[in-house]
């Protein structure tokens, strides 16, 4: 995969959205409404690949299910233990 530059703006959103969700993270849905992103796991793909060897990495937990039975999954930026 090849991935995009830190310098792509939906990275960048993508980023900051997730620095700002802290240690509680944002579910996938959350993130496709502020970076407006229809592929937020891919991004999240390209995202990972670019914070390789920076002590930062992207992690993502099954949270549950919605009332109409969609998957939710919770992503946080943390650094590398």
Known sequence: ???SS???PRLSK???SLKLAGKHGE???HLQGRTNSIAISTDVSEL???L???G???SCQYFGKSAS???IYIYRLAAVA
């Open 14 to 16: 993508l980023y900051a």
């Open 27 to 29: 579910t996938g849905l």
């Open 69 to 71: 039975g969609r998957k």
């Open 1 to 3: 995969m090849h991935a």
């Open 52 to 54: 390789a060897g920076t």
């Open 48 to 50: 990972r690949q670019r």
């Open 6 to 8: 830190m310098d792509s």
């Open 56 to 58: 930062e990495t992207i």
